[in-house]
């Protein structure tokens, strides 16, 4: 794919020198001398490097196309980062400023924050669909990064779910919201070099289709709803909501699992003790119809041998 909507995956993240990246990440290394450029600095390089993508994609991405776009000489660049795989790893770390707006995870529920996750994600790979080329199976973690994962980790937390489930909990929403962007991104992609919209392309087809399926070779089809195949159905939604669904169930059943004992009809009850007296209609104690129940304050105490 081409112009802002590649999908070769041929970039990785960490490729570059990476204590070098960790330092330009979190600002722990040496800062460069004022170059000759006045208002250099990195984080406008970064910010004309993720716009320069968001326009044409990785493939435009060089040292030299961005030193254009500042309007500075190439060499001006080195001075702030080593190169382009280093780049890439801060741009990386730029876009994912996600969640600067704690406001933004709704009432603060778990599921809620689940939603927004899910739901912003999609909308990061749609303002950065370059994203969907680079293989972040290695990642170099910077203050962007560990920004959002600190915000979910801390409103998940009340699941009640160990911390390496709920690290699953969130790499299964961001999973499935990466198949969804790149199904969207391959749509865009198709209507772009066919010069046919989804409509178009779908009613192309509908003479031949729906005589095959009156043909009656395919009655299940020819039973479908007309609304089945509707562009309104918004199957990203309908999928979130399920994995939600799934997960909520999950919760429930290890809340239940691991209740308190003493919360449980089947637990037995503690030995007796001088802690621990005999339950007046415990064992020991034969139960009498018309006893009231609980200890009898009006006998004496028994005498010991």
């Keep these: 794919m081409t112009s802002g909507g590649r999908t070769s995956g041929r970039e990785t993240s960490g490729s570059g020198d ?11 290394g040496r800062r460069p001398s004022r170059g000759p450029k006045p ?28 030193a254009t776009e500042l309007g500075t000489g190439t060499m001006s660049l080195y001075r702030y980062v080593p190169g382009k795989a280093e780049l890439l790893d801060l741009m990386l770390d730029r876009v994912q400023r996600v969640f600067e707006d704690p406001g933004g995870f709704g009432d603060g529920h ?26 972040q199976t290695r990642p170099l973690l910077g203050p962007g990064a560990l920004d ?31 198949g969804a962007a790149r199904t969207q991104l391959y749509q865009q992609e198709a209507e772009r070099t066919s010069g ?7 009613e192309a087809q509908q003479p031949v289709l729906e005589k095959a399926v009156l043909s009656g070779r395919y009655p299940v089809l020819a ?32 809340a239940a699992k691991t209740a308190p004992a003493s919360a449980s009809p089947s637990a037995p009850a503690p030995a007796a003790g ?25 006998a004496p105490p028994e005498q010991s041998a």
């Design 18 to 28: 990476i204590t070098r990246t960790l330092d330009l990440l979190w600002g722990t």
């Design 39 to 66: 208002g250099l600095t990195l984080e406008r390089i970064v910010e004309a490097a993720v716009a320069l993508a968001d326009r044409e994609g990785l493939g435009a991405l060089s040292m030299r196309r961005i």
């Design 110 to 135: 778990w599921r809620s924050t689940l939603e927004v996750l899910g739901r912003g994600t999609l909308a990061l790979y749609r303002r950065h669909p370059w994203l969907l080329e680079v293989n």
């Design 148 to 178: 959002g994962l600190e915000k979910v980790m801390s409103r998940i937390r009340p699941m009640g779910l160990s911390d390496p489930e709920l690290l699953s909990a969130i790499t299964m929403i961001e999973g499935y919201v990466v």
């Design 196 to 202: 046919l919209t989804d409509t178009e392309f779908w």
């Design 223 to 254: 039973s479908l709803a007309e609304d089945t195949f509707s562009f309104d159905f918004d199957h990203f939604e309908f999928g979130l909501q399920r994995i939600l669904d799934g997960l909520e169930v999950f919760v429930t059943a290890r």
């Design 274 to 298: 001088p802690d621990h007296p005999a339950h007046p209609m415990g064992p020991d104690r034969p139960a009498d119809p018309d006893r009231p129940v609980g200890p009898d304050r009006s």
